[in-house]
């Protein structure tokens, strides 16, 4: 499998063996991450781009850099950079991209991440662009899934909380149906998945979706419960917010009812929609999931540079 | 069966034919033809047609169509046939198909689609479906609909 030079923009654009590929890998790198880390980016820089703040993705693409012996150049936030100035996105990444090998970039402009390997000479790897895609969150996650269960086909995985406008739902669904994966939605009625989104996992993939409102029928019959925040700002009406708000809210109380051997996952940052005593409970993996994204950036930097 | 020709023949220019019914004046604006458009245009709306269906037919003298022109009348009359004209004789007739991508031809709908910022970009669609006519812009994933596509039409 050859990635060399290749840009990771979306996951739809990489193909199922080239996903395996980078799943496989980053387990290697998970290994050598636990001794330290390896050499193989020596003398390599990756350029971190963060044109709008981040604390996960940006911090652990800069862990995985120097986990690979490279350097690391960037910025965390727009301001102070030419940005700021009025420079447009395309001479920003002329400009970086004779100063790295690699760029991971986030942009809170959806195409932007389409736009920067159109103009860059270096791969850009997608740390997000704007509601659009972010490929390595989707990635870290099966990696998660996977190294949990050895497998995705023929799991259920429970999605809950705001299905209808969370892009790392729509993105992990889909890769999780070209997987095999059946699925339950969990969520209130104004923020169910969209159709179109349901219908091609039903139509292209055949796996098997249902939804459902509330979570305790849901943790008896799934093996990833995987939680999202439900924004106050989608609900005009406080009220409905607060009832919506504590009818999806994992505790201890409704996990009494789970599957054995569920796992409670989150993409982070968490508020209230997992309660902090389920942190010690073995259905925690939220802070395992956060650590999965170094081996998992690891792997697609390494792999993108061509020396994995 | 009438003889009589309702909009006399060209002689040079571009016939397009089998247009669906009401669409005629979309595809006037599509090829950016108004009042000071310095060449004679014959517009004729809701004809019968041979298969017995009501269509509209546009004359364009001294005019032969781009092929962005022809992708972009596809979005809104696919099927429909475009007849190119040299003293009064058909020399190419091309009927209207839908690409598989669209490249310069619509605007994003999404505001925030890096296609509509300051930036060297452009625009391109894949289309998802013909019937109804979905696309979906190769930046940002946005669907554009039968209704968006006509706002810009």
């Known amino acids: ?308 | 069966m009438e003889k009589e020709l309702r909009v006399k023949k060209i002689k040079d220019g571009t016939v397009i034919d089998h247009l669906p019914a009401g669409s005629a004046l979309y595809v006037l604006r599509i090829l950016g033809i108004d009042k000071n458009y310095g060449e004679t245009v014959s517009v004729v709306m809701n004809v019968v047609s041979k298969s017995a269906k009501v269509k509209d037919v546009v004359k364009i003298e001294n005019r032969a169509l781009s092929p962005e022109e022809s992708n972009r009348l596809a979005l809104i009359a696919p099927g429909a046939t475009i007849n190119i004209i040299k003293d009064y004789e058909v020399v190419e007739k091309n009927k209207v198909t839908v690409p598989e991508e669209l490249v310069n031809t619509l605007r994003c709908a999404n505001p925030n689609c890096i296609t509509n910022q300051n930036e060297p970009v452009i625009p391109s669609f894949r289309v998802e479906s013909k019937d109804p006519m979905i696309l979906r812009c190769t930046f940002c994933g946005r669907i554009m609909d039968k209704e968006l596509i006509a706002e810009q039409a």
């Open chain 1, 1 to 308: 499998m050859d990635l060399k030079g290749q840009d990771i923009i979306s996951l739809e654009r990489l193909s199922d063996e080239e996903i395996e590929y980078i799943l496989k890998k980053a387990e290697g790198h998970e290994a050598s991450l636990r001794k330290g880390g390896s050499a193989l980016c020596k003398g390599k820089v990756l350029a971190s781009l963060f044109f709008e703040p981040s604390t996960r993705t940006r911090l652990s693409f800069e862990s995985a850099m120097h986990r690979l012996g490279g350097g690391v150049l960037g910025f965390a936030e727009a301001k102070g950079t030419s940005t700021s100035k009025g420079e447009n996105l395309a001479d920003s990444i002329r400009t970086v991209e004779s100063y790295c090998d690699v760029i991971a970039m986030r942009h809170p402009v959806e195409g932007s991440a389409k736009l920067a390997a159109q103009v860059s000479n270096v791969p850009i790897i997608n740390g997000g662009d704007g509601a659009h895609s972010h490929p390595t969150q989707t990635l870290l996650d099966l990696y998660t899934i996977r190294k949990e269960f050895g497998k995705l086909k023929g799991l259920k995985v429970a999605l809950t909380g705001d299905l209808k406008y969370g892009r790392t739902v729509h993105s992990l669904s889909k890769a999780l149906a070209r997987f095999g994966a059946d699925m339950i939605f969990a969520s209130p009625d104004e923020l169910r998945m969209p159709k179109d989104i349901t219908s091609k996992l039903q139509g292209k993939y055949g796996v098997n979706v249902e939804e459902k409102a509330g979570l305790v029928d849901v943790v008896k019959d799934v093996d990833v419960l995987y939680v999202t925040r439900i924004q106050k700002e989608r609900f005009p009406d406080p009220e409905e917010y607060e009832k919506v708000k504590g009818a999806y809210r994992v505790d201890n109380e409704l996990l009494a009812n789970a599957k054995k051997g569920m796992v409670v996952m989150h993409p982070l940052p968490r508020v209230y929609e997992i309660t902090q005593e389920v942190d010690s409970t073995p259905y925690a993996r939220y802070f395992q999931q956060a650590f999965n994204g170094v081996p998992v950036r690891m792997a697609l930097i390494a792999a993108v540079l061509g020396v994995d």
